[in-house]
């Protein structure tokens, strides 16, 4: 199993671009999720989906939209780049138990860089 | 939210144990107690989880005090593969949301 991996693993941007990143996972989890990473921060979660077809905000959902038109996919996208969106970008996986225990598995992150 | 508060950095030695302590003090009664660690340029990765009891796994061991306002993560034998940043985050699987508060965590220096 690959497990989580992320699309691309770097990019340089210049403001006003957009650009799609993409995170798949082989591990048929329900739930996907979008965080962002600041230099010296913890992770913030941009945008989360339970299923194939949904999404919803999460802490700092402004500048990203995101699409789950198939389950093992998770697309985020930035329509209009700006430099506060410089980040590193972590997608992660959790399966369903119902119970308290989704532990999320993590890609190894996308750094993006918005001049 | 319920919030969790940790120390910014430690150091431990090699082959000594650590303990990484975290503070919750508005704790509620369904909120599980979850750790993960972020190696330096990677993803975090799931470390234990607990509610009430202490918890063991290959990893880690996991102590929640007896009022669960706070808990401690414990390595048994530090390696330089465990410097990493540790975090403490709270999880309510019955709130209906699925967000992980991460904070910023406690970085572990293991000195050689």
């Known amino acids: 199993n690959a497990g989580v991996t992320q699309t691309p693993k770097f990019r340089v941007l210049k403001t006003g671009q957009s650009m799609t990143l993409l995170c798949a996972q082989d591990?048929?989890?329900?739930?996907m999720y979008w965080y962002r990473q600041d230099p010296g921060m913890g992770l913030r979660l941009i945008h989360y989906?339970?299923?194939?077809?949904?999404?919803a905000k999460g802490e700092v959902p402004d500048g990203y939209n995101v699409s789950r038109l198939k389950k093992q996919n998770f697309l985020l996208g930035l329509e209009s780049a700006a430099p506060s969106q410089t980040s590193v970008y972590f997608c992660?996986?959790?399966?369903?138990?119902?119970?308290?225990?989704?532990?999320?598995?993590f890609g190894p992150g996308t750094r993006l860089t918005v001049l | 939210d319920a919030k969790t508060t940790q120390p910014n950095s430690m150091e431990s030695n090699e082959e000594e144990p650590v303990h990484l302590p975290c503070n919750h003090s508005?704790?509620?009664?369904?909120?599980?107690i979850h750790w993960y660690r972020q190696l330096p340029s990677q993803g975090p990765e799931y470390v234990i989880h607990g509610l009430t009891s202490n918890v063991n796994n290959r990893m880690a061991s996991l102590a929640i005090a007896e009022d669960r306002k706070s808990s401690t993560l414990i390595l048994h034998r530090a390696t330089l593969r465990d410097a990493a940043v540790y975090y403490c985050?709270?999880?309510?699987?019955?709130?209906?949301?699925?967000?992980?508060?991460f904070g910023t965590g406690t970085r572990l220096k293991v000195l050689a």
């Open positions: 985050i709270l999880r309510d699987p019955t709130s209906g949301t699925y967000k992980y508060i």
């Open positions: 989906s339970v299923g194939e077809g949904t999404t």
């Open positions: 591990m048929n989890h329900e739930y």
């Open positions: 992660a996986s959790s399966y369903v138990t119902g119970g308290a225990v989704d532990e999320q598995f």
């Open positions: 508005t704790i509620s009664g369904t909120d599980y």
